[in-house]
């Protein structure tokens, strides 16, 4: 799974959670063929039922609880975040809105160490996110590598795991760029901010 489809998912267990009305997540049901272009590592289901429970489990393992929501299946139309994504037929871009708590708490913990004087951030600079072409390694590379001579001393931590993985840092190695590369992690991760 990833952003535009683990960000509403996200954000629809934390709805639910909160008991204060009835929540209900669409997703799209693709056919086959177009399962095997938008999900990785040749995943694709049968049916919806399937695919729920995958959804299901892979939500429950990342955020700890059995969040209680209707999920239903709509054909034929696929939501994007934002034109950055991969284009598909019939696709849409469509922002939802809705806030991790563990993201708030984060913004609030660095607030507060700012407000004591302390540095808001010692990690240095970091790119975060799913390790494929489209979320901007290509962007990131090529702007590291055009003013690679400015940036003396500068490194940059990235962070992602997906199916470009290996094409993405050879392309870095290549260039000799100062970025070292590590397993992906959550954007509230204790290590990112801890």
Same mark, same amino acid.
């Given at each position: 799974?990833? *952003? ?52 299901? /489990? ?65 990690? *240095?600079?970091?790119?975060? *996110? ?5 979320? *901007? ?11 690679? /001579?400015?940036?003396?001393?500068? /490194?940059?931590?990235?962070?992602? /795991? ?33």
């Amino acid at each position: 799974m990833t *952003g535009t489809a683990v960000n509403p998912l996200f954000r629809a267990a934390y709805l639910a959670k909160s008991a204060k009305q009835d929540v209900t997540l669409v997703v799209p049901w693709l056919c086959k063929s177009d399962q095997e272009l938008v999900y990785p590592n040749n995943l694709s289901f049968s049916s919806p039922e399937e695919q729920e429970a995958y959804i299901r /489990n892979w939500l429950e393992e990342r955020i700890g609880f059995k969040a209680d929501f209707k999920i239903s299946f709509y054909p034929g139309k696929v939501l994007r975040l934002s034109g950055a994504t991969q284009d598909l037929p019939k696709s849409v871009i469509c922002n939802v809105h809705g806030v991790n708590p563990k993201f708030l708490k984060v913004g609030e913990k660095i607030a507060a160490e700012r407000d004591q004087g302390h540095q808001a951030f010692s990690k *240095g600079a970091y790119f975060l *996110g799913k390790m494929v072409w489209a979320k *901007g390694y290509r962007e990131l590379i090529d702007l590291l590598a055009k003013h690679k /001579n400015d940036l003396e001393g500068f /490194n940059l931590d990235v962070y992602g /795991n997906g199916e470009d993985s290996h094409e993405v840092q050879s392309a870095a190695r290549k260039l000799d760029l100062n970025l070292t590369f590590f397993k992906g992690r959550d954007h509230a991760d204790d290590s990112l901010h801890g």
